[in-house]
């Protein structure tokens, strides 16, 4: 069989907001948490969210996308059944706010995305101590070491996916205000932007904790990185 190759990366519209650059596709994904993951299962179209984070397993790939889930998930047992693996698209957005424009035709938004094809394999089980502890660091840093170790039983039941990046395209659009002089509007209609943010609560300890006011320090980290006061 012929292999399947990926979609084309290049726009339509507005190129001038596409970049392939890695440390700029990186740096996206690097405040990340969620993906979208699409695959198709049974003929159909599939889009999973997906917690992930990235590192290099040292497998020659590079810095990879990684998630996990149940060794008996669909989309991982397909991929075990497979030396290539299983074609994929991913997508991981920010929504930075709501540009209003002076008529419903010129509202927009401020975002920021990342898209990727590539084949997401399984990793290997001698791998995948490190993948999940990526994985780990990714979705909050330090975590690992106020936690106990994870069981050889709880690693045997966890599969992850790789899913490379070397196919992957940036999109940022940050600088409309929804408006121009050229625009000959109604001056006297609002125009602007509605900043939308991601902001982390408080904290709330587990009623078995016996010190629960004691928050540990990967807790404080992230909850200050998320509200912007760790600059």
């Not at 049974?42 to 969210?49: C, K, L, S």
């Not at 995305?113 to 840093?141: C, K, N, Q, Y």
């Not at 996916?161 to 395209?169: G, N, R, T, W, Y």
Request: charged fraction near 20%; hydrophobic fraction near 40%.
């Amino acid at each position: 069989m012929e292999a399947l190759s990926p979609p084309s990366l290049t726009p339509s519209r507005h190129r001038e907001r596409q970049s392939e650059s890695p440390s700029i596709i990186q740096k996206i994904l690097a405040e990340g948490m969620v993906a979208h993951i699409g695959f198709v299962r049974d003929g159909w179209p599939v889009v999973i969210p997906f917690h992930y984070g990235l590192g290099d397993l040292g497998d020659g790939n590079g810095v990879q996308m990684l998630v996990h889930g149940s060794t008996g998930g669909r989309a991982f047992l397909t991929a075990a059944s497979s030396e290539d693996g299983i074609p994929v698209s991913v997508c991981v957005s920010f929504n930075d706010g709501l540009v209003l424009g002076r008529s419903a035709y010129n509202t927009g938004a401020r975002y920021r995305s990342v898209v990727a094809f590539g084949r997401a394999r399984l990793v290997p089980a001698e791998l995948r101590p490190l993948a999940l502890d990526l994985l780990m660091d990714h979705i909050l840093t330090g975590r690992r070491d106020e936690v106990r170790t994870s069981t050889r039983k709880e690693i045997a039941s966890t599969a992850v996916l790789s899913i490379p990046l070397d196919h992957a395209s940036a999109k940022v659009a940050a600088t409309s205000m929804g408006d121009s002089d050229e625009d000959e509007e109604d001056l006297a209609i609002w125009a602007g932007v509605i900043p939308v943010t991601v902001r982390a609560g408080t904290p709330v300890a587990s009623p078995l904790t016996k010190n629960p006011r004691q928050v540990p320090e990967s807790v404080r980290a992230f909850v200050a990185r998320m509200n912007g006061d760790d600059d």
